[in-house]
Nanobody, 120 residues
């Protein structure tokens, strides 16, 4: 199982970016999905999560600016980021809880990270 994230880049404050994350490989189901970020020299933090049936939750500082979504037919999740601020600068990682087999459990998988840099 692999998660492939894309869409990061350099943008000016107030701009927008859309991150995408695709799950591939052999698995049965994808449960909750989410986006995390890790600013320089800081711990990784949850930015937004989404349940299987599409209910989102957001870290307070991004609420109203970021929108998480998912397409279960394509095994993808997206993070639309608007009104970006310099403090949003970080490496962004996608995450998914995946069940590979009927007898196996659910495990968290991570994408490789994509850099988002917001200039002031």
């Amino acid at each position: 199982v692999q998660l492939q994230a894309s869409g990061g880049g350099l943008v000016q404050a107030g701009g927008s970016l859309r991150l995408s994350c695709a799950a591939s490989g052999s698995f049965l189901t994808i449960g909750p999905m989410g986006w995390y970020r890790q600013p320089p020299e800081k711990p990784r933090e949850l930015v937004a999560g989404i349940t299987v049936d599409g209910r989102p939750n957001y870290e307070p500082s991004v609420n109203g600016r970021f929108t998480i979504s998912r397409d279960n037919t394509k095994n993808m999740t997206y993070l639309q980021m608007n009104d970006l601020k310099p403090e949003d600068t970080a490496v962004y990682y996608c995450n998914a809880r995946i069940r590979r087999t009927l007898s196996g459990g659910n495990f968290d998988y991570w994408g490789q990270g994509t850099q988002v840099t917001v200039s002031s």
